[in-house]
T-cell receptor, first 112, second 116 residues
């Protein structure tokens, strides 16, 4: 399957609730990034976590990384309607290539 | 504005047409990328120009032809496309600093292509 695969594919929550999205990957990585995409627009970088880090925070975002399970999670706390978007994780392939491999994303809908 | 500009934003073309997508970055980055985004599919990396090296996805049909005349400009030339090529084409740039660097991508807003 695709490197950097997100789960769930879609998530609908109420404003104020927390949203958790997961990402799994297959090969070893140097770092993992999360991006956000509003409908029909380009992706915007949110946060990066390196392979020697286990947790990272940025505002209402919390990212964890478990290299033994080859998985990461993105938690958005106290969600807002403006958080409605698709969220993607991206990994680097540990082969010297510099490109990013993305999954299909998680579509988050935050109901006001 | 992200510093990566794509034109046109929307393009409708017939299968016999020849057109080009343009991408320009004003960030001083040394790598540029083309991605294809189709509905309910993962983003597909098409081409990478990084430190004067071109890397391509071997599954990309030859009807897509990239051109990178300098580190700030990237083109995707399109000819004899098929309806299944209709998608959002995203350009991105990054500053590459070694294979273990962060390599954060900055994306343009995309070019929505419809092939009739």
């Amino acid at each position: 399957s695709q490197q950097g695969e997100e789960d769930p594919q879609a998530l609908s929550i109420q404003e104020g609730e927390n949203a958790t999205m997961n990402c799994s990957y297959k090969t070893s990585i140097n770092n993992l990034q999360w991006y956000r995409q509003n409908s029909g627009r380009g992706l915007v970088h949110l946060i990066l976590i390196r392979s020697n880090e286990r947790e990272k925070h940025s505002g209402r975002l919390r990212v964890t990384l478990d290299t033994s399970k080859k998985s990461s999670s993105l938690l958005i706390t106290a969600s807002r309607a403006a958080d409605t978007a698709s969220y993607f994780c991206a990994t680097d392939e540990d082969t010297g290539r510099r490109a990013r491999t993305f999954g299909s994303g998680t579509r988050l809908q935050v109901q006001p | 504005e992200t510093g990566v500009t794509q034109t046109p934003r929307h393009l409708v073309m017939g299968m016999t047409n020849k057109k080009s997508l343009k991408c320009e970055q004003h960030l001083g980055h040394n790598a540029m990328y083309w991605y294809k985004q189709s509905a309910k599919k993962p983003l597909e990396l098409m081409f990478v120009y990084s430190l004067e090296e071109r890397v391509e996805n071997n599954s990309v049909p030859s009807r897509f032809s990239p051109e990178c005349p300098n580190s700030s400009h990237l083109f995707l030339h399109l000819h004899t496309l098929q309806p299944e090529d209709s998608a959002l084409y995203l350009c991105a740039s990054s500053q590459v600093a070694g294979t273990s660097g962060a390599n954060v991508l900055t994306f343009g807003a995309g070019s929505r292509l419809t092939v009739l």
